[in-house]
Every structure is written in structure tokens, then in C-alpha cells.
């Protein structure tokens, strides 16, 4: 069982920047893809970016492009996703995921592992 925790959410204004971490107590950190969901209310959990276990393959949904960043440290257990210039469009509870695949990919259903979640609101 890995278990992923979440951190760094919360408000921000429009414009602003924010970096959620998720990290992991076990040693097997390294040999997972890893990728951000976000469910904003009303909507769907949807898939935000993904990085695969070296770092040298990320992907993106289209809404984050150029705005949003991911990264993952495997000596610390952790990945990253650096965001900036937010929008109020952006708020919800953001997730980490993590799955034993070779890249990142966008169906929730592919992911066995997941966080609790962290808040993210952007006011306007």
C-alpha cells in the first residue's frame, strides 16, 4: 500500500502562484508514475499533468499548459506541481495519483494509488 499526502494548498489571488507537494513515506516512490487530478465542484475529477519515474516525460491537460509545472525529487518521495498565474477557473480540491505505468496518462481509472486531496481557491 503507498500511501501519498498532499500539501501547500490554499487561497490565492487570481494572478498568483502556489506549489503543492505530494510525498510518500515508502521507499518504492521512484518506480511509479506520478500525475495531479483536480475536481472543482460539479465537475469530474480531471487529469492536470503527469510525470513519469525519471522526470523526462511530462504531460499536461490543455487549461494548464504554460501556466502549470511538474517535477518529482525520488530522493525525497516527492513530486511538485508549481502553478502559476491562476485563475479563479482553477480552484478545487487538486489530487495526487500515482500508477505503475510507464507514462502518464489522463483516466483516473488507470491510478491505484491516491491522495486525500488539497484545496486550492483562487479568488478573483
Known amino acids: 500500500q503507498v500511501q501519498l499526502v498532499e500539501s501547500g494548498g490554499g487561497l490565492v489571488q487570481a494572478g498568483g502562484s502556489l506549489t503543492l507537494s505530494c510525498t510518500t513515506p515508502?521507499?518504492?516512490?521512484?518506480?511509479?508514475?506520478m500525475s495531479w487530478f483536480r475536481r472543482s465542484p460539479g465537475k469530474e475529477r480531471e487529469f492536470v499533468a503527469g510525470i513519469n519515474t525519471s522526470g523526462d516525460i511530462t504531460k499536461f491537460a490543455d487549461s494548464v499548459k504554460g501556466r502549470f509545472t511538474i517535477s518529482r525529487d525520488n530522493a525525497k518521495n516527492t513530486v511538485y506541481l508549481r502553478m502559476k498565474n491562476l485563475k479563479s477557473e482553477d480552484t478545487a480540491v487538486y489530487y495526487c495519483?500515482?500508477?505503475?505505468?510507464?507514462?502518464?496518462?489522463?483516466?483516473?481509472?488507470?491510478?491505484?494509488?491516491w491522495g486525500q486531496g488539497t484545496q486550492v481557491t483562487v479568488s478573483s
Open positions: 495519483a500515482g500508477r505503475l505505468g510507464r507514462i502518464p496518462v489522463e483516466g483516473t481509472s488507470s491510478y491505484t494509488y
Open positions: 515508502g521507499r518504492t516512490f521512484g518506480i511509479y508514475t
